[in-house]
């Protein structure tokens, strides 16, 4: 169990977080900038001194060990790779640190390159790699130790979209080899679903929600969370009562909205996203939005809207 409870003061913004995280899982601090994600992640890996609380993990008490003793790995945003050393040495750095035998040593780097797909650049310099084998090497050198925690700060942040997907599902993989507890730093709610067990959301340097990422995404703690995990149709206790919904504030969870039958709406704007469409409808004087596959409609098109009430969350 990764236990925590840390705070850290700046002039302007605190950070207050009590968390605990079962071991050899992956979960995710997600959160927009500035919530304290970052800040969080190098306090549990001892590169900031808290002004208050400690870090356990598997009942150890990490607070007073320098970062080299914890037994974590760190993969920053920018990879940190050191410039003058190869791919091969890249890896091996913290076990010829942690004076490894040589054969196990060998034996180990060998295999998360082989793992990573590396092999080919193992005497390359990083500055002769692309984005993506950089963080690949990134990844390597971090768990090459075994350590029991991993930290990963925005892994795939700095990637192009095509490159981005590509190795998130590559990390998800890895993650869940290694059986490593990790804890990824993301402000992307579809990143942080597909790659943790777990989902910590955070908000100005505190933890509003915690959860499995379908209950998060299904029953949002409030508004706020809500909006930021993408949710687009939430009702006013007005809008809900022309709907036919009680008299509060609701989320209409996907697919709370089906076309074809029942009271006629407008399609006031189309998106068009490639594999599926997003439309905003005027229905009974309330904006709500539906998302599929192409239904074949228009801007200025009438199609009739049903709604599902039991897909209508009461929300704070």
Known sequence: MLEL????RYPGFALEVSLALPEGETAALLGP??????TLLKLIAGLLPPDGGWVRLGGMDLTPLPPERRGVGFVFQDYALFPHLTVWDNVAFGLVEARWPREAL?????????????????HKKPQALSGGEQQRVALARALAPRPRLLLLDEPLGALDLRLKEELLFFLRRLLKEERTTALVVTHDQEEAFLLAQRVVVMREGKVVQTGRPEAVWTR?????????????NLLSPEESARLGLPQRAHLLLPGALDLGTGEEGVVEERLFFGARVGLW???????LYWEGAEPGLEEGD??????????AIPID
């Open 302 to 311: 009438r199609v009739g809207v049903r709604l599902d009430p039991a897909l």
């Open 220 to 232: 949002p703690k409030d508004a706020w969370v809500a909006r930021f995990l993408g949710h687009k």
């Open 106 to 122: 060998r034996a180990r780097v060998e295999e998360l390159l082989e793992r990573t797909g590396l092999q080919a650049h193992a």
């Open 33 to 38: 900038s500035g919530s304290g994600k970052s």
């Open 281 to 287: 409808l005027s229905w009974r004087g309330v904006r």
């Open 5 to 8: 409870k840390l705070q850290k």
